[in-house]
């Protein structure tokens, strides 16, 4: 019976093998014995400090990294979640009326008649919110996102205000946006340094819109982790019975990497779910996105100053402006027909035809490829 099998018995189980083994030798189970008195328990925290203790960083400098962030790299696997939510949100809440989500999160959960819907957002939700709560501290101090402090003040629950979990550019949403940020973060500086000191680099990139479960860093400590390093770790029955600890750090950091971190994407900020109003959008990259998608050239001035003249009121052109936003709105994402008139667009494309007036006959019947002048 080797040392090292006999320093993974738990101390009930060496009384046991006394009791119900007394053909054993004495020696067998004092070394038992000894082994359980004597052994420290090993957790994430006591192997991060034995890898300071041994120059980790400079020896070991991907397990080193791993385990000063472990703590936060552990809710990155919650990031498709998050934002799925948030993605969900978006589509139910763009363009609505902020007045008519002031309410609790508690309050938006139980609006919903499905149980199935409620019982998704429940789950979702408590995730946003356990994590924000693991993180808020870090994100205080370390997010790139810069928030009042009176943000971190008080965990969140579902008594919290709802406009805490709808990203956006400021206010309370800048919270989801942040935290959405901070994980993506978390991942990319473990997959940069673990690409940084192998000698393979076969990386690539997925945008936020993109992420699955299958692209970020995801285990679970007590069934992934914890059996990794035991594995790894090693006792020995000095002279004068004392029992000495060793891990193989190498090999944890090899295992660690193969297992958990490579075949891992870089992930970008790219379509991040972002709830936007109409005060807050950038229309330089709205008609960047359009210009991509479809060809744009000049209106001539003639059709400038037809449009001018029929707007003729402030309501005229607060009509138009609002047509034309929800336009801008969906040429930027899906792209259109640069050939085709506005006002067909706007009628026969997204069923607007009740919205049809004057204004949409006169402002609207320039090209689509000339959308921006038509703004301007």
């Known amino acids: 019976m080797s040392a090292s099998a006999l320093a993974l018995w738990p101390k009930s189980y060496m009384v046991t093998l006394q009791a119900s083994c007394p053909s054993c030798p004495r020696k067998v189970w004092?070394?038992?014995?000894?082994?359980?008195?004597?052994?420290?328990?090993?957790?994430?925290?006591?192997?991060?400090?034995?890898?300071?203790?041994?120059?980790?960083?400079?020896?070991?400098p991907v397990l080193w990294q791993f385990l000063q962030k472990e703590a936060e790299l552990r809710l990155v696997k919650f990031l498709p979640e998050i934002?799925?939510?948030?993605?969900?949100?978006?589509?139910?809440?763009?363009?609505?009326?902020?007045?008519?989500?002031?309410?609790?999160?508690?309050?938006?959960?139980?609006?919903?008649?499905?149980?199935?819907?409620?019982?998704?957002?429940?789950?979702?939700?408590?995730?946003?919110?356990?994590?924000?709560n693991a993180l808020r501290r870090s994100l205080e101090t370390n997010g790139?996102?810069?928030?009042?402090?009176?943000?971190?003040?008080?965990?969140?629950d579902l008594d919290t205000d709802f406009k805490v979990i709808l990203p956006r550019r400021r206010g309370l949403g800048l919270c989801s946006t942040a935290l959405v940020s901070y994980?993506?973060?978390?991942?990319?500086?473990?997959?940069?340094?673990?690409?940084?000191?192998?000698?393979?680099?076969?990386s690539y990139a997925v945008d936020a819109s993109e992420v699955t479960d299958l692209h970020v860093v995801s285990y679970e400590v007590e069934r992934d982790l914890m059996p990794l390093i035991l594995s790894n770790c090693h006792y020995q029955v000095e002279?004068?019975?004392?029992?000495?600890?060793?891990?193989d750090l190498e090999k944890i950091q090899r295992q660690i990497s193969s297992h958990f971190l490579q075949g891992k994407p870089r992930l970008t900020l790219k379509g991040i779910p972002t709830l936007v109003y109409r005060h807050d959008w950038n229309f330089e990259h709205l008609f960047v996105d359009i210009k991509n998608k479809m060809?744009?050239?000049?209106?001539?001035n003639s059709a400038m100053g037809a449009i001018s003249g029929e707007l003729r009121s402030y309501s005229d052109v607060c009509e138009a402006l609002s047509i034309i936003e929800v336009t801008l709105g969906f040429l930027g994402t899906a792209g259109g027909d640069s050939n085709m008139h506005l006002n067909v667009y706007v009628q026969d494309i997204l069923q607007m035809s009740d919205q049809t007036t004057p204004v949409l006959k006169v402002g609207l019947v320039c090209f689509s490829r000339r959308i921006r002048i038509t703004l301007s």
Not at 103 to 110: A, D, G, K, T, V
């Open 30 to 60: 004092l070394i038992a014995q000894r082994f359980g008195a004597c052994r420290k328990k090993i957790t994430v925290e006591y192997l991060q400090h034995v890898v300071e203790q041994k120059n980790g960083k400079e020896m070991v």
């Open 83 to 132: 934002l799925a939510l948030q993605r969900d949100l978006v589509k139910q809440f763009q363009n609505v009326p902020e007045d008519e989500y002031s309410c609790s999160i508690r309050s938006f959960i139980s609006s919903h008649s499905s149980d199935g819907l409620r019982q998704l957002f429940h789950n979702r939700i408590t995730i946003f919110l356990s994590t924000w």
């Open 239 to 247: 002279q004068g019975g004392e029992t000495s600890q060793e891990f």
């Open 295 to 300: 060809a744009q050239s000049p209106l001539p």
């Open 183 to 202: 994980l993506i973060n978390l991942h990319n500086e473990i997959i940069y340094t673990m690409e940084k000191f192998s000698k393979e680099n076969n």
């Open 144 to 156: 790139e996102i810069k928030l009042p402090k009176g943000y971190f003040n008080s965990e969140l």
